[in-house]
């Protein structure tokens, strides 16, 4: 099936299920993806191999500058936005400039909206980076990825492009004391003769043993909605058992919202 890439730094605002109307931000190339997993569910495809020097990373100038140009014009059309949020074709926490871009967005938000959140949707690869932590520490929304207790399954969800330590990962997620909001992705299917299903009773128990032990202020659990890289490989987890799930989050008292 077919993905697809943001051709630009800017995009939107769009009507997100899980944010409300999102002026998104791209900090990664618009030809290609740049991440640190390579997800088998990823909308933008799969994460290639190597660098190409045509497609270099977006300037902290140019980001700041297209978000200027844009938020003035939302403002003279009378629109405004819910939220910023950086996602993109990638992972935006990878661009160099990060702690800074984010600095500069949130002196534009309070300048243009400042009732709009600032979200960052990431997959926390880079959170052992105190830099990286410290600039999600200054948005309003720190959305941060855990689609499995099992580093098997992150494995073959994932697919880390480099060593991953989820055990690590979890501990840098303890240092936000809260702060954050926990992704997870449910999804049913095969790749490369391996069933998927981060949503079997042994996966939600582990799961959520240690959503429990992090106490974020909320959980946003969702399945897929656009084509992935596997096409009918993959399936979606309905609604009704996203929603079991949730009751048992919802019982650990942790505000949790469904995405079907």
């Known amino acids: 099936m077919s993905t697809f890439l943001f051709d630009s730094i800017i995009f939107g605002p769009v009507r997100s299920r899980r944010l409300g109307v999102s002026l998104g931000i791209n900090l990664l190339p618009c030809d290609r993806k740049v991440c640190s997993f390579d997800c ?24 700041r500058e297209e978000l200027r140009t844009v938020l003035t014009a939302m403002r003279t059309a009378g629109e405004k936005p819910d939220v910023i949020t950086y996602a993109g074709n990638g992972e935006p926490t990878m661009h160099p400039d990060f702690a800074g871009i984010i600095d500069d967005s949130v002196t534009l938000r309070n300048e243009f909206f400042p009732e709009a959140k600032i979200s960052v949707l990431s997959n926390a690869s880079g959170i052992h980076r105190k830099s990286v932590r410290e600039a999600l520490m200054k948005v309003d929304m720190n959305i941060l990825k855990l689609d499995s207790a099992f580093l098997s399954t992150v494995a073959t969800l994932n697919r880390p492009r480099k060593s991953y330590d989820l055990a690590k990962v979890i501990e840098s997620m303890k240092l936000f004391n809260g702060k954050f909001i926990i992704q997870t992705l449910f999804v049913r299917g095969e790749h490369e003769g391996k069933t998927v299903d981060n949503s079997a009773p042994e996966e939600v128990e582990a799961w959520l043993e240690i959503v429990r032990t992090l106490n974020p202020e909320s959980v946003m659990i969702y399945t897929i909605e656009r084509d992935t890289p596997l096409g009918k490989k993959l399936h979606k987890v309905p609604l009704a058992d996203l929603k079991v799930i949730a009751a048992r989050v919802e019982a650990a008292g942790i505000r949790t919202s469904v995405s079907g």
């Open 40 to 63: 088998i569910y990823c909308e933008c495809g799969w994460t290639p191999h190597g660098r190409s020097i045509n497609s270099p990373l977006p300037s902290r100038t140019d980001v």
